[in-house]
C-alpha cells in the first residue's frame, strides 16, 4: 500500500467574487461644510421669493427714474470725472450738485450699455429678493418658526411694494438698510465679521444712495435701546452707562459714521442729504407726500402697525427697547412722507411676525415645541438647482442662455413714451433752444432722443433752480399766461403728455402760434410757426 497520495486528477476552481454591496444612505457622512448647508425650509423660501423674483424680473422697467440715473451714470463714464455741478440741464448749469449716488448710476449705465435693459431687470428684482430674503431670516431666527419669517416678508412686501417698483439706487440703499435692521434686532451685533463688514458696506452706501443716514440713525436707535435695556433691568445709571455692549454699538456707529466719509464730496454729503429732503422743490412731488388713509399705503401701512400692535399686546415676548424705539421712529418719519416706508417697513414686517408667532404659541399646540429640519447638502444642492431655474425663466437668463433680446415695448412701461421719442429722432430740423418735456419723460428723452434736444426740467428736482421749477409747474396747468412763459424760456417746441397735462394741451390746440406736428395715443408734439 503505498503512503503517497495521488494527485486528482482536475484542478479546483477558483470561487466567485462575492457582489459588491452599496453603503446604506443612511449612514453616509454628509462632508458638506456647515456653512454650506441647508435645511428643509431654506428650500420653501427660495421657491416663494423665487416666484416674487421672476416676477420681478420680468416686470417691464418703469419710465421715470431709471433714464435720469442711466443719463448721469453715463455722463461719468464719458468725463470720467464726477461733477461738482449739474452737467446735463442747460437751465440748471452752474447749480452746485453732491452727487450721492454716482457709483450706483456708473453701475447702471455699464450694465445697460454691456448687456441692455435685462440685465437691469435682473438687478432690480436680484435686490428686491435678497431684500425679502433678510428680513424673512431674520423673523425665522427670532420668532424660530418658518410661519414667522413667511409673515414678515409679506408683510414687507405688501406695505413696501409701491415704493420698490421705480428702479433707482434707493433699492440697493434698501437692502443694505434691511441687513442693518438684521444687525440692529439680532444678539451677536459685535462679531469680527461685523466690524469689518459693516463699515465696509456703508462705504459703499455712501457712494449709492442717501439713505445710510438711515442706516446710521436706526444704529444709534440701537445703542439708546441698549442703554434702556439696561438700565429698566438694573435699575442702575451707572450700570447703564459703563455697559461694554453700549460702548461697542457707539464705537461700531463711528466706524460707519467715519466710513461714510469716504466720497467724492467728503463731509459735505452729510448737509447734502438734508438739504435734499428739505428742498422747496421736493414739495411738488406727489410720492414725498404725508400718509394718509386716503391712499393704498396708508392703509396697508394702518392695517400692519395695528396688526404689530395687537401682536404685541399679546406676545409673551418682551419687547425691547430698541425694537420700540425702532418701529415708533420710523414709523412717524412715514406718516411724514409715504417715501420714508422703506425704512418703516421692514422693522414693522420683522416685529408683527416674531410677536405674532409668540402669540399664537400660546393657545396653538403644534406652535409650542417647533422641529426644525436638520441642515444638509442636499438641501444646499436642491436650493442651488432651483436658483439656476429660476435664472432661465427670466429675460435675461434667456438672452444670455439663448441670445434672445425681447423687444422693446415688453422692456419698458406702457408709460414710456416710445413712439413719441422715435418721432423727435426722425425730426431732420430740431427747433432750437430749450424745449417743453414733461419732467416724468425728460430722461427718456434725453437717453433715446435726438441729442440736440435740451428739456426745460427733468426729475432731479433739487438741482433745479426753484424758478424754474415753479414756472415749470405753472405751466403743465395750462395758466392764462402760458405763452409768454414760453416766450420768456425761448420755447420753440412742446412735448405734450395727453393724460397728465390736459389743461396745457387745450390752451395749445387753442393757439394759432402753435402746430401739432405728431400725436399718438400718448403724447403730442407742438412747434411753434414763427420760432424764437
Known sequence: MSVVMEKPNHTPQPLAPAPAELPDARVLEDKTPDWMRSTPTSVLFTVLIGFVFVL?????????????????????????????????????????????????????????NRFGLTSLQFLFASLIAVSLGIVAWRSVRMSHSVIGGIVAAAIFLKVNLDQMLVIRPQLAGLLFYCIVVAWSLGRRRHSKAVWMGLPLMFLLWANIHGSFSMGLLLMAITGIGRFGDVLVVSKSLRLALRDRELHRTILLTQLCAAAVLINPAGFAIYPEVLNVAGNPNIGSMFEWDALTLRSAQGQSAAAVALLAFMAIKLSPRRLHCGEMLAFVATGLLAMW?????NWWAPVAGILAGTHLLAAMRKTTRWLKH????????LWTVVNTGIIGILFLLTPFGIQMVHGRIPDAQRLVSKETPLATVAFLDSMENLPRGIAFVPAEWAGYVMNRG??????????HVHVIPEQVWND???LINGPTDWNGLMDEYGINLAVIDKDRQPGLLKRMRESADWTAAYEDRQGIVFSRNKPI
Open 56 to 112: 420681478m424680473a420680468s416686470r417691464p422697467l418703469w419710465h421715470t427714474d431709471l433714464w435720469d440715473h442711466l443719463n448721469y451714470g453715463q455722463n461719468i463714464l464719458e468725463t470720467k470725472t464726477v461733477s461738482e455741478t449739474e452737467p446735463l440741464m442747460r437751465l440748471s448749469r452752474g447749480v452746485s450738485m453732491v452727487n450721492i449716488p454716482w457709483l450706483a448710476q456708473v453701475g447702471m449705465a455699464s450694465l445697460n
Open 337 to 341: 412722507s409715504a417715501r420714508m416706508l
Open 370 to 377: 417647533p422641529q426644525p429640519g436638520n441642515a444638509a447638502g
Open 450 to 459: 435726438p441729442q440736440s434736444l435740451e428739456p426745460m426740467v427733468n426729475l
Open 472 to 474: 415749470y409747474i405753472r
